[in-house]
């Protein structure tokens, strides 16, 4: 990918002087610049003369609402309120249908303990504690059912390496498109049915305020449209005009 034809203004989501969400693609990485791949922080449309540092990582192949923060000040507020669970995370999620025996509850928390595997660059969910695991938790909703695939919403406790992924691997689940974790076949563009549908953070200019930002799937499709309600839904709570 590149981004001579940069069209990243069109996809952010929030924007003020102290950070800004923009509707990720699959395919373009949040930190560093991997070869071959969009870089976000990179593109001239999402600098806009301020750094751009993201505040929480989405994996490659993952799309949706993803926070960067432009200033040292704003970038410490926001990892500060990520580490002491003030931002709430929903993701939705289409995945293959499970075999017949394979009961899943309709709703619930998954707690697990995540270990990564850094050469593989892959994660591995473990029911209890071993060497160099970390404590990783999530909530979940099934939210419909289709002839092969079903949908399921996500609420992201903890923000471990490919956590969720992993802690549904190890159900026997596989997110549509995610070979690594065990799905039958890629997703075109090698991307995963894995979506950061809302996003909520305390305001870093006002820390008393709240920023919700909801992002639709950057490519929508038959199968979003029964994944994802309609959207983008922008609120900025208790905030007055800076």
Not at 45 to 64: C, E, T
Not at 69 to 91: I, M
Request: charge should be positive.
């Amino acid at each position: 990918m590149n981004d001579s034809s940069d069209d990243t203004t069109a996809r952010i989501l929030y924007e003020d002087s102290h950070c800004f969400v923009i509707n990720k693609r699959p395919g373009e990485a949040v930190q560093g610049n991997p070869q071959g791949m969009a870089s976000l922080p990179g593109m001239p449309a999402v600098r806009k003369g301020f750094r751009a540092v993201s505040v929480h990582r989405l994996d490659v192949p993952v799309s949706g609402a993803c926070l960067f923060a432009r200033t040292s000040k704003s970038l410490s507020f926001l990892n500060t309120a990520f580490a002491e669970g003030q931002v709430e995370k929903y993701y939705r999620a289409i995945l293959e249908k499970p075999p017949a025996d394979l009961r899943i509850p309709e709703a619930g928390e998954l707690v697990h303990w995540i270990k990564t595997d850094a050469i593989r660059n892959k994660s591995l969910a473990y029911p209890e504690p071993v060497s160099g695991s970390k404590k990783g938790t999530l909530q979940y909703r099934i939210t419909g059912w289709g002839e092969r695939y079903f949908f399921m919403e996500i609420k992201l406790i903890t923000g471990r390496h490919h956590q969720i992924r992993a802690q549904l691997a190890a159900l026997g689940l596989c997110i549509k498109g995610d070979l690594k974790y065990g799905a039958r076949r890629s997703e075109p563009g090698g991307g995963i049915r894995l979506h950061s549908y809302s996003l909520s953070f305390p305001n870093p200019a006002q820390p008393e305020a709240r920023i919700h930002v909801t992002a639709p799937p950057p490519v929508r499709d038959r199968l979003w449209d029964h994944a994802l309600p309609d959207g983008p839904v922008i609120s900025v709570e208790g905030a007055q005009e800076i």
